[in-house]
């Protein structure tokens, strides 16, 4: 199978040229093309010889992503359903800016990503992890959603995505040598050019990588899907506790904020009568100031056919309220897109429940 021309970067995409024999400026005019232009096919890169686009398009293939279903308008939160080459489903949601949150100009949005079809973790409140792992995502799977975005707003003076969150399907460190091409690539001068600083990584815990990120040269950002300040708790609806507990998992974030000197955000899912109980909260607040954390609290998004349920706004403002008390940096997230599936997954889930009975 041919690689994807999005799946190397500008070193090793120079390599090639050389030993084609092409002049090195090309290397500069092709990436201008793909990151720059967005353009979908070799036939547009007019300025390239057609030696060349023949050549390229022999070693590469240049996928795009097929758009199967929208939902949202212009200046709310918009979810993609993407359709790959293999007839697998990935979403993405494109959020406008919340000042409050990133303390971004409100014409700013951030997008959010998949990196993997389904997802083997399985926690017990996600719809993507309900059927199971598929595949990972390729590096340019990965990037062709933020440029797959960009395309539908069609101005590439004026860039729509400048944060990035990777919290879509699937556990992004569990593919990570994808996930880090496809953030280098963003990031590069001579890609779309997104800040490190501006690109988050979300995580269910997955200790060894992230003491891999630390190491890292780039500044991502790292934020955790905590859920449980305890290990009873978190256990019950994380699988992955038992093989990461929260000690590890606390010493591997020590460790990241040490290497990196950057504050990481604790994400903490408010699941009535599963994880809101305020004696919960000393817990968490304990744990956030270990680590020197923000703290991140989202009403739970129900999803269909799960058993649970977003505890009353009271119930979330006095779990809010006793986390605050010791002085800890936390926002309660009401959460934009709640009435168009915006969680993770679960458009998609929705989607081929929908295609299945119409198969029937
Ligand atoms: N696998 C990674 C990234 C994808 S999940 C992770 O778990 O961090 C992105 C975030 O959405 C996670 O914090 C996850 O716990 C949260 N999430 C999943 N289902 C949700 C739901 N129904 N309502 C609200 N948040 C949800
Ligand atoms: Fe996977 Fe994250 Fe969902 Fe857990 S929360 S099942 S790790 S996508």
Redesign the pocket.
């Known amino acids: 199978m041919k690689p994807d021309i999005k799946d190397i970067g500008r070193e090793e995409l120079s390599a090639r040229f050389k030993e084609w024999g092409q002049k090195q400026y090309r290397v500069q005019q092709l990436l201008q093309w793909l990151y720059g232009q967005r353009v979908s096919s070799w036939e547009q890169m007019n300025n390239l010889p057609k030696a060349l686009r023949a050549h390229l398009n022999e070693a590469f293939t240049l996928g795009t992503l097929q758009s199967v279903r929208k939902q949202g308008s212009n200046d709310t939160t918009q979810k993609f359903l993407w359709q790959l080459a293999d007839g697998a489903l990935v979403e993405s949601v494109l959020i406008p800016a919340n000042p409050a949150l990133y303390g971004d100009r409100s014409d700013r949005h951030t997008l959010?990503v998949?990196?993997q079809v389904g997802?083997a973790?399985g926690?017990k409140?996600?719809?993507?992890g309900l059927d199971g792992w598929k595949r990972n995502l390729s590096p340019s799977e990965i990037i062709e959603q933020v440029l797959s975005v960009e395309r539908t707003h069609n101005d590439p003076k004026n860039k729509l995505v400048n944060n990035l969150v990777?919290?879509?399907?699937?556990?992004?460190?569990a593919n990570y040598d994808n996930l880090m091409r496809a953030l280098k690539t963003l990031n590069a001068d001579w890609g779309p050019n997104i800040g490190a600083r501006k690109i988050t990584v979300?995580?269910?815990?997955l200790a060894p990588q992230i003491r891999q990120l630390a190491d890292e040269q780039e500044q991502f950002r790292l934020?955790?899907?905590l859920?449980g300040a305890t290990d009873e708790v978190r256990s019950r609806i994380m699988p992955v506790n038992r093989r990461y507990p929260l000690s590890e998992l606390t010493t591997a974030c020590e460790y990241y904020v040490e290497r990196k000197g950057k504050m990481i955000t604790l994400?903490y899912?408010l699941i009535a009568g599963v994880n809101d109980h305020p004696a919960e909260a000393p817990h968490l607040a304990r744990l956030a100031k270990r680590l020197n954390a923000k703290v991140n609290l989202?009403?739970?998004?129900?999803?269909e056919g799960?058993e649970?349920e977003?505890p009353t706004e009271n119930a979330q403002n006095t779990f809010t309220e006793a986390v605050q008390q010791d002085g800890i940096n936390v926002t309660l997230r009401r959460?934009k897109g709640h009435d168009i599936d915006a969680?993770?997954?679960?458009l998609r889930l929705k989607t081929e429940r929908e295609l299945k009975s119409t198969e029937r």
Request: proline share 5%; net charge negative; glycine share 10%.
């Open positions: 959010c998949s990196t997802c973790y926690c409140f996600c719809a993507s990777i919290m879509g399907m699937g556990e992004p460190m979300s995580t269910s815990g934020a955790i899907s859920h994400e899912i989202i009403p739970y998004n129900k999803v799960l649970w977003r959460e969680a993770c997954g679960q």
